[in-house]
């Protein structure tokens, strides 16, 4: 893995979007809202990208690797231990990402998207 390079905010979400990434937020707000999750943590990332397809997170993956920028994937925010925050970008699955693709009540298996909630 490359050495993190200090990207700035704006720099990083440019790339996201030449990527094909429809939706990068690196606002004030957006980047505030993403800071925590349930545990005591807050960390401000540089942008938040929701990802409407599997692409776009590849998309993601590539330009964070390209710029040495951590990728923290966030579903709902629930984490007690800090797990859904981060530096560099946090990618929100659960916004686009909710299908069930397939049920097998049989064996008990689903296929699901990232950003699915049990419930």
Known sequence: MRPRRDT????????????????????????????SDASLYRVLPQAVVRP????????ALDVCRQLGVPLTVRGAGTSIAGNAVGP???????????????????SSLAVVEPGVVQA
């Open 52 to 59: 409407r397809h599997v692409e776009e997170i590849e998309a």
């Open 8 to 35: 700035g905010h704006s720099e990083l979400s440019a790339a996201l979007r030449a990527a094909g990434i429809a939706e990068v937020d690196d606002s004030p707000l957006a980047r505030a809202l993403y800071s």
């Open 88 to 106: 560099g970008v946090v990618l929100d699955t659960s916004r686009h990402l909710t299908r069930i693709l397939q049920v097998d009540p049989d």
